[in-house]
């Protein structure tokens, strides 16, 4: 890719050039480290680091060109730009000549349910025979092969990079606001647009939750222009995000509990198991969901309706959603010898906590025990609301650490006993190791008890334990293990 390309894929991005050689570019880089001969550098601000003062190292490494937001002269060719993130991902598009328009791409956005709603229905199109792509919070998974991701949404030139690697009809990507934010999807054309829901989350990064919203509403900028939008209307953010793509004219399918909707809820019942039905067109689909809760009640509707604008017939979809076996460190059982359930999930906001600990209830749980913490640096505001959820729908909790990112032990523990102390209603307590909290959870575990442990899901611990475990659910593991153990030896 020759230079004059770059350029012309910036368009109004572009605050100054002065060069009149035209160099080909052998590849794109944000990291000096990794550029080769022929590279064009991008050096982007960072939260801690500054890619423009890696700029001369991009140089000696054979960095053949430059973008950046700083006013610089060098010897070599240099775009100056507004932002430097925004110009990373047209770049990138364009190297990669433009891959999402190869494909059919599914945009996920919302607060909770991204990454369940993004499992549904990749399951629903691989069992209707389609091939698809996911690129989300647990896994990268392309043409069939497993990534390790590095984050919600990756960066701009990954996501380039996957797609253009990508054999697959399909590809599902989840969006947090945070990837709007940093144009990690600049460059990106989608076919759909799907919302799931806006609750109090992340207000560590956005001023307000209006902000919040404004920053999900971005990935509507990114529709091809015959795309289109699935939104739950299900709550007053769905109203306004439908009313503001309206006025965009981007089409808007939407599912909610009256027949003002393209897909109505009806009879839901969770009794031991989900079950409900939907209306669409004056036909009636009875649905059995093997993954319990009012709330996958609501990701496997937004899921069904997405599939049946693409062109899956409800019958296949219907069929799909009875076997799908669920996600990762999502609502994930382990059962407990005694007859317990202990349920692993990502749940971090108090939406979410509040799902799990109905779907316990729902399910007619003997007793329901929680275990959870915060994780430091991020959206403190939320925490109080999180533990009055849990100690009004929970018979006990135990309050433990989660990820500290850089907070002192002792700063975090305070932390948890002040707010067991003011909202705990005597239900909770604290115990600071995660793995310990667990190991009484699992010791003390009684017949028709339900324990929901959250926050985490399938991420590894950031922390070092007392057990030789790296995540929840291998916590759960290892404890059935040595209690296994132990009765043979006994």
Not at 7 to 21: P, Q, R
Not at 451 to 464: D, R, V
Request: charged share 25%.
């Amino acid at each position: 890719m020759r230079l004059t390309k770059v350029l012309e894929a910036l368009g109004g991005s572009v605050k100054k050039y002065k060069n009149d050689t035209d160099p080909v570019l052998t590849g794109i880089q944000m990291d000096s480290r990794k550029v080769k001969p022929g590279d064009l550098f991008v050096a982007i601000k960072g939260f801690q680091i500054d890619g423009h003062k890696f700029i001369t190292q991009a140089m000696d490494n054979g960095a053949r060109a430059f973008i950046g937001e700083n006013e610089l002269e060098l010897e070599v060719p240099y775009i100056q730009v507004f932002d430097s993130r925004q110009a990373l991902g047209r770049a990138a598009s364009e190297f990669y000549d433009h891959p999402s328009r190869n494909h059919t791409v599914i945009g996920v956005t919302g607060t909770n349910g991204k990454t369940t709603v993004s499992y549904i229905l990749r399951h629903i199109l691989e069992s209707a025979g389609k091939s698809c792509s996911l690129l989300g919070t647990v896994s990268y998974i392309i043409n069939n092969e497993v990534y390790k991701p590095s984050n919600t949404t990756p960066d701009a030139l990954q996501i380039q990079e996957l797609i253009s690697k990508s054999k697959d009809e399909f590809v599902v990507l989840e969006v947090s606001s945070h990837a709007l934010k940093q144009y990690r999807i600049e460059g990106l054309e989608l076919d759909y647009g799907l919302f799931t829901n806006l609750s109090h989350d992340h207000l560590d990064y956005h001023p307000t939750i209006e902000d919040y919203f404004e920053a999900k509403t971005l990935m509507y900028n990114y529709m091809k222009k015959e795309g289109s939008a699935v939104v739950s209307r299900l709550g007053e953010w769905g109203d306004k995000l439908s009313s503001i793509l309206n006025a965009k004219d981007i089409p808007v399918y939407s599912l909610g509990y009256d027949d003002s909707h393209d897909l109505k809820i009806e009879d839901i019942k969770l009794n031991g198991q989900t079950r409900f039905d939907i209306k669409m067109g004056g036909i009636t689909y009875p649905l059995t969901f093997p993954s319990p809760g009012l709330h996958n009640v609501y990701n496997a509707a937004l899921a069904f309706l997405t599939a049946v604008k693409i062109g899956i017939s409800p019958d296949v979809i219907t069929e799909a959603l009875k076997s799908f076996p669920g996600v990762p460190g999502r609502f994930e059982m382990i059962s407990h010898p005694e007859g317990a359930t202990f349920i692993v999930d990502y749940a971090h906001t108090k939406d979410a906590i509040e799902y799990c600990l109905q779907a316990a209830q729902e399910h007619e749980a003997v007793k329901i025990k929680h275990i959870f913490g915060f994780r430091g640096e991020r959206d403190e505001t939320k925490r109080e609301h999180m533990v009055k959820a849990s100690a009004a729908m929970s018979d006990e909790f135990t309050l433990t650490f989660d990820d500290l990112n850089g907070i002192s032990e002792e700063e975090m523990a305070k932390e948890l006993q002040d707010l067991n102390v003011r909202f705990g209603k005597n239900k909770g307590k604290v115990i600071t190791d995660r793995t310990m909290a667990i190991r009484n959870a699992w010791e003390n575990a009684q017949s028709g008890e339900w324990i929901l442990i959250t926050g985490k899901g399938p991420e590894e611990y950031q922390s070092m334990y007392k057990l030789p475990t790296s995540t929840d659910k291998e916590t759960l593991l290892y404890l059935k293990k040595m209690q296994n153990k132990e009765k043979v030896i006994g």
